[in-house]
């Protein structure tokens, strides 16, 4: 297979996924805001475009990763956007993690175009961007969907196609809720161990063996134990991602107290300059509300 | 071994317990509040005492194993309590869930005469103990975990020893705080994923394979889905057992803000009749909070 394949948005993801996909064997063409960002992958045989459009007139399915809805909205439907290059039976597939809500809108609109659009946000963070083992977690259209399966299998390990557009969306979402609730209630536990003088890591590995287990009191409560918050998954992302959760649950007129109150953890986090630590450091906010540095 | 073994609180968890240990080859004697509670442990072979002192005096290591902490402080140390039998060198060993700090104070008033006190809760419910699998969290003196090991080898499998006297109630609270925010977590994502219109199985499918992933997900989240809530373990346990931890909490003058929150469902639960349901029928409380029933 030798389709050509566009890739827009080429930072601390976007870059390893592009590689990997020249790496499989396919043709790239390639643009990022900063000029520099597309160097190494010139260097790796990808050709540079000037605009998402140009990017979108060359490719038959263009990959998007960028940081926020509104990057989205701007590469997608902006000025010399993916919309204005791209031809029918193209498959746009934003690997970005947005709004639900605002993907169907941008869906809907390259759909005029007799386009498709894939959502397909992932996690697993850079380590798995380059690795190639990312779960991708995918809305959109089935036949779009089989189309470009052979390029998440370049990219992923875990691949599920929820449902139609948005799912990918909302799926993404859900795993952020239980990450971080996760990471609060593993830190909550610490916490009282810590205060009634039982060591954490004992309590840590107890749970692990029982229905407590979970990856995040495996990683995420080593990282705690050790106050290690190399990330990872940055607070700063995760916050973003908690704003989308929270964004939705606004729009849909649903109560999440847990998501929400977590989300205040990140907030602080973040407020406090530890945007760049792993967001497990939300247990540094619960250990700072309780009077414990560090 | 034959060592002479006592067993006092034959519940649902008690019964299966000492009937393992019979089937392990010790001989023991036991008590129950009601009469007819010891009678399938009497045709098992063992010998009905009428008080836990009666128990003490007759045994080596002292099982006990009922609802809540008053309930241990009258078997240990009221009237014709485990302290009025119990002899130098003897080992009770409490597997009930209570208050760390009341498992310390009874562990002092035993070792006034001369023995040794375990505090060692069990995850792993019912079948758990029916099948010997339990997850033993153990606090108190490390001698005295060594000597009592091989018996709860019979009863468990997951066996960590925390800690000195009341590590292993600190471990238990640890472990319902994640158990509870887990559920509750898992609760809020299958919430958005339905009120997206998304469907909850292959969010909870793609969930499992990444950093989202436990136990919970895995089984108590297909109880959500499926809106099975037969226990399992029981909601009104669970209150109980998030009683101790906010009892711990206060004592500790620590903020845990995420466990109170879940707690607050499991009030609602249990006052709303559902005491004995699965605890993972948070997951109604939360649908209730937002306008859907079962």
């Given amino acids: ?123 697993g963070g850079d380590i798995g961007a380059i690795n190639g083992t990312l779960s991708i977690m995918v809305g959109g ?50 916490l009282l161990a810590e205060a009634s003088g039982v060591d954490g890591a004992k309590v840590r590995e107890s749970l692990l063996g029982g229905f407590a287990g979970s990856r995040i009191l495996e990683v995420h409560g080593q990282r705690m134990l050790d106050a290690n918050y190399a990330p990872g998954f940055k607070a700063s992302l995760h916050q973003k991602d908690m704003r989308i959760v929270q964004e939705a649950a606004q729009e849909l007129g649903i109560a999440l107290p847990g998501a929400s109150q977590v989300a205040q953890y990140l907030n602080a986090l973040v407020g406090q300059g530890f945007g760049e630590l792993d967001s497990a450091s939300v247990y540094r906010m619960q250990r700072q509300l309780n009077g414990r540095s560090d």
Same sequence: chains 1, 2.
């Fill in 1 to 123: 297979m030798a389709e050509t394949i566009g890739f827009i948005g080429l930072g601390i993801m976007g870059l390893p996924m592009a590689i990997n996909l020249i790496g499989a064997g396919h043709r790239l063409v390639v643009h990022a805001r900063r000029a520099e960002s597309m160097a190494p992958l010139v260097q790796a045989g990808a050709k540079a475009c000037d605009s998402p459009a140009a990017v979108a007139w060359q490719s038959t399915v263009i990959f998007t990763m960028v940081a926020d809805t509104p990057d989205v909205e701007q590469v997608m439907l902006g000025e010399r956007g993916v919309i204005d290059g791209i031809q029918a039976g193209s498959i746009a597939v934003d690997m970005s993690t947005i709004s639900p809500s605002a993907t169907r809108h941008v869906s809907a609109r390259l759909s005029e175009r007799g386009a498709e659009m894939l959502d397909a946000p992932v996690s």
């Fill in 141 to 190: 259209n089935e036949t779009a969907f089989e189309r470009v399966l052979p390029l998440f299998e370049v990219l992923g390990r875990n691949i599920v196609h929820v449902g139609p557009s948005g799912a990918g969306q909302v799926c993404k979402a859900c795993n952020q809720i239980v990450v971080a609730q996760t990471i609060a209630a593993v830190g909550e536990a610490l």
